[in-house]
């Protein structure tokens, strides 16, 4: 209505690919096609690396990783080998786009949004995300709101056990869970007129590892199975339902934004990161070969001839052992540079077991973000454009598996995610330009008619006001 305070709703979805939303599952979301139509939509290009944790950071901050000090799931201390850490909502080293509206006196409201345990203090109400620790009671802020919570989901679920066998147990999880997400929502929606209102549901990504070889012929593993492919199709639908429930209640003055933090893809292998560097002579093992799947922490390492080490996951994060740094450093300061250009060379020229090139992209954060804070790995190293994962344990005699080290697992991340925003004035419906997640937090301000503070990064979206 003219005159009225300009409103946000952001809902996001983890790990939803372009050719997921806009291809594969569309035809079977017909409030999510009606939202598209009203939208400029397209491809949101994420941030290095591609990984939940710090990219709805990266998204809602404008500030790249390494200057929030953010970059993945685990981070390891400095001036240690094994003393690793899962990064909560106050080691993000800059403030968020809900912080800023608050010292502004808007009013906001924040669902699941990670990092976000323990909940940070908001004018408004936010509720923690999946990181939050198991049997935690401080999941709400304010805490007063907490039994609200609880009585309108039925007792809050904040994630379920997945890279399990038990398929049937997660889907059925993954369906309440999500249910639950968004009923917590629609209800605090309805509560007052929010100027930002972010929501963020972690299902679609659960459902991607569990459930992707079974409706994408395109797998490696492929395996035909009528019943666990309707699973996925299903989940789709409902996700389809509870978003049009939701906009049910959003008037027309209210900008939407549809939003995933990157995408996912089929996994086509492992690649055994330490197994390399072992056979390189760059980690040198105590003794003979430990069995299959032994975490490198437990294996017996002789640091006096190891110069670097990795760890696994979405991408390797790889270190130096460096003399003065480390605790038994056996790397010259002076020599890391020469190190450095070696390792990357040898790794850029790693291949496949068929001969082809695996494709490793080998990045230095000094190099991809404006400062590194925090506790940054030495290189980050993508195999396969990230189809392929990064397997920290040892023990194989071989640099390729096919399964992942955590359990079963079918797909991996990518670095494009989707975005859609509702457009009033112009481009309903229309495809737009590949844009940049670091771009969301000032083009929510934009919107909301508040002005982009110097200090953030990204730039506002070009044709929305």
Not at 158 to 171: A, L, P
Request: glycine share 10%; with cysteine; net charge neutral.
């Amino acid at each position: 209505m003219p005159g009225s305070p300009k409103r946000v709703l952001a809902l996001g979805l983890d790990s939803v690919s372009p050719w997921l939303l806009y291809e594969r599952f569309l035809p079977l979301m017909p409030r999510v096609r009606d939202l598209l139509g009203r939208s400029r939509y397209g491809t949101l290009r994420t941030i290095d690396p591609p990984i939940t944790v710090p990219a709805w950071a990266v998204m809602f901050s404008g500030m790249d990783p390494g200057s929030l000090g953010v970059y993945g799931f685990r981070h390891r201390k400095a001036g240690t080998y094994w003393d690793n850490y899962i990064p909560t909502s106050r080691t993000l080293l800059r403030p968020l786009i809900w912080e800023r509206l608050s010292r502004l006196g808007k009013r906001v409201c924040v669902v699941g949004m990670p990092p976000g345990y323990p909940p940070p203090a908001v004018n408004g109400v936010y509720v923690s995300d999946f990181l939050t620790p198991d049997g935690a009671a401080d999941y709400v802020y304010p805490p007063a709101m907490r039994a609200e919570i609880d009585r309108v989901s039925g007792g809050y679920p904040f994630d379920v056990t997945f890279r399990q066998d038990d398929r049937d147990r997660i889907g059925k999880e993954l369906f309440e869970m999500t249910r639950r997400h968004f009923a917590v929502a629609r209800h605090l929606w309805k509560k007052e007129r929010w100027d930002l209102f972010a929501y963020h549901e972690i299902g679609p990504d659960r459902l991607h590892h569990t459930f992707w070889r079974f409706f994408d012929p395109s797998h490696p593993r492929f395996e035909e199975n009528a019943k666990l492919r309707a699973v996925v199709e299903d989940y789709y639908r409902m996700l389809d339902q509870e978003i049009g429930r939701f906009l049910d209640e959003v008037p027309d003055d209210v900008r939407v934004l549809l939003l995933s933090d990157h995408g996912s893809q089929a996994m086509q292998g492992c690649f055994c990161v330490n197994e390399w560097l072992i056979q390189n002579g760059y980690l040198t093992l105590k003794g003979p070969t430990p069995p299959p799947k032994t975490q490198i922490e437990e294996a017996a390492i002789d640091w006096s001839k190891t110069l670097a080490w990795g760890a696994g996951g979405y991408y390797a994060r790889i270190f130096y052992n460096v003399k003065g740094r480390e605790p038994q450093g056996a790397l010259a300061p002076a020599d890391v540079p020469a190190f450095e250009a070696r390792l990357t060379k040898e790794l850029q020229g790693v291949r496949r077991p068929d001969g082809s090139p695996l494709g490793v992209d080998v990045r230095r954060p000094r190099d991809i973000y404006r400062s590194v804070q925090g506790d940054a790995p030495d290189l980050m190293v993508y195999f396969g454009n990230v189809a392929w994962r990064s397997i920290g344990t040892i023990g194989y005699r071989a640099l390729f598996i096919e399964e992942n080290d955590t359990g079963p697992d079918d797909a991996v991340h990518s670095f494009d995610g989707i975005y859609a925003i509702t457009d009033p004035a112009q481009g309903r419906g229309q495809r737009g330009p590949v844009e940049n997640l670091i771009n969301i937090a000032p083009t929510i301000l934009t919107l909301l008619g508040i002005p982009v503070p110097a200090d953030i990064q990204g730039t506002s979206i070009d044709g929305f006001r």
